[in-house]
């Protein structure tokens, strides 16, 4: 009996790993940019003529059944479902733009540009590159596409909604708007990279401050340079506590798992004897993120990768999201605040208010995802108040911190200044 059984396991096992294979090698790209419709000659289009163009923003993650219950659903047919986007040349943007630097993240290709009267933005693209996070073994293995297809657990379209959301919650957003960069020659040397791709532009999250429209805010700064202006003027740097655990809170609403300190910018508002930083979160590629199939759902365990957490009606691991950015920040901000912002987030995010919100996606799109999405955000929304308590009791248990945050490695803090924001030697 236990040797049929061995037997009968082995082959299960080989089953499983052979259909793995399988699905791994249905696709040999780690990387592909976004698809026209209707253009195949690109060379020859003057897009001059045109305001806009209907493109998909990938078809890399199309999958047969069998992909699709290995490495799960997830938003494959929002990846590859043709949008309405409008044409961006530089030389009319706002005047013109001039191009100050490629940006280096690890999977979005990025070109930071610099308006006319001072304000920064950024082009940031929709389709990403993780081949730069692809270990030598996965390679070695040929397991390297689990990698890249997990990109289709993020929703292509999901800035769009957050940035109405976060209007309505009284967050500040960096106001991404969905573009195609044709080649041009404004582009120069970064034609190749960036040119005929589809991009999100919106606001940096540092230099002018204009944009924002607030009384006594002149300046953006990331979190790095924040910690450096708070060792210099330590007793009149504040962080403004409401908005940072509101916007957490909004956090948990959309299911954004990933806010590193590199994924914040502070909006530094002014006052005679007082500096009030308020926060500025960048970088929604993960909002509404959904893993599904069997390989990532394995993967995705909590014994594993305790932050990566698909967007469901409950969150079943709220410790797991709490980061070292929150610990730092947070810690020694009193519950009472966390259960007021979240009852204020509750009275915000209505249901008129969430359901209005998605309106902002293409009508292909919301047909897709848009119900199912709001729904889960509502039910979410219900438990906030359980849910941001927890989350101040889980900070509270958590140990200060001994290491730099992320970005912040080369700032010369004392063991007591890297613990927390407001802590100091004395």
Partial sequence: MLKKTLVFLAILLVSFLVLTYWSLSTTNNTFQTCEILGMTDLQSIDFKEFDSVVV????????????????????REAWSTPVKAPILFLDTLMGTVQIVEEGGGHQTHSLKLLTEEGTLMTLRSVSKDPSPLIPKFAEVLGIENII????????????????????????FST????????????LKNYNDKFGNRLFYLEYENEGNAKWLKRKNIDSLIDTEDLQELKLKNFNKVTIDARSLVRARLFDLLIGDWDRHSKQWGWAIENFSDSINAIPLPCDRDNAFFNLEGVIP??????????????????????????????VYFMRDIPEVIFREEAILLQNSLTDEAIESSFAVWPKEVFDLDGKELI???????????????????QLSKSEPLEESLKGSEDIQMTKAQKACFNCTDN
């Fill in 56 to 75: 998909a923003a990938s078809t890399l993650y199309v999958a047969n059944g069998i992909k699709k219950i290995i490495q799960g659903e997830q938003y």
């Fill in 148 to 171: 890249v297809d997990g990109i289709s657990a993020q929703h292509p379209y999901a800035a769009l909604v957050v940035a109405e959301l976060a209007s309505k919650a009284n967050i």
């Fill in 175 to 186: 106001k991404p708007k969905l573009v195609f960069l044709p080649k041009q020659q404004k």
């Fill in 297 to 326: 759902t394995l993967i995705s365990n909590e014994a594993f990768l305790p932050k990566v957490q698909s967007f469901e009606r409950e969150i079943d691991f709220l410790s797991g999201l709490i980061s070292p950015f929150d």
């Fill in 375 to 393: 729904e889960t955000m509502k039910a979410r929304r219900e438990d906030l108040l359980d849910y941001a308590i927890e989350f101040k009791q």
